[in-house]
């Protein structure tokens, strides 16, 4: 079982930038990405990113705004946005699993608490 811890939300402006953490601990996943969900809204999938560095995936709406990285040696995947937009706003939701595939997909997903990040205009 992998325990997964979100932070860095919060309030800023349109335009703005903010960086989220995912500590990771317990038994290491080889699949992380980032979900989110919108108040009214199903979650979606903002990115993934394999633990090897060589699989890297986003979805549309943010290409070019945000990126993914980790750190090894903490444990720790990132999901740096820029640009931010108030249609942004959202519960951001760390996750893990075994396989690419059903990462992106959502299925069996380990889950993080998640994180408010509010975007103001």
């Known amino acids: 079982q992998v325990q997964l811890a979100e932070s860095g939300g919060g309030l800023v402006q349109a335009g703005g930038s903010l960086r989220l953490s995912c500590v990771a601990s317990?038994?290491?996943?080889?699949?992380y990405g980032w979900f989110r969900q919108a108040p009214g809204k199903e979650r979606e999938l903002v990115g993934g990113?394999?633990?090897?560095?060589?699989?890297?995936q986003y979805a549309d709406s943010v290409k070019g705004r945000f990126t993914i990285s980790s750190d090894h040696t903490k444990k720790t995947v990132y999901l740096q946005m820029n640009s931010l937009e108030p249609e942004d706003t959202a519960v951001y939701y760390c996750?893990?699993?075994?396989?690419?595939?059903?990462?992106?997909?959502?299925?069996?997903?380990?889950w993080g608490q998640g994180t408010q990040v509010i975007v103001s205009s």
């Open positions: 996750a893990a699993n075994v396989f690419w595939e059903r990462l992106l997909q959502g299925q069996l997903n380990s």
């Open positions: 990113i394999s633990w090897s560095g060589d699989r890297i």
């Open positions: 317990g038994r290491t996943f080889s699949m």
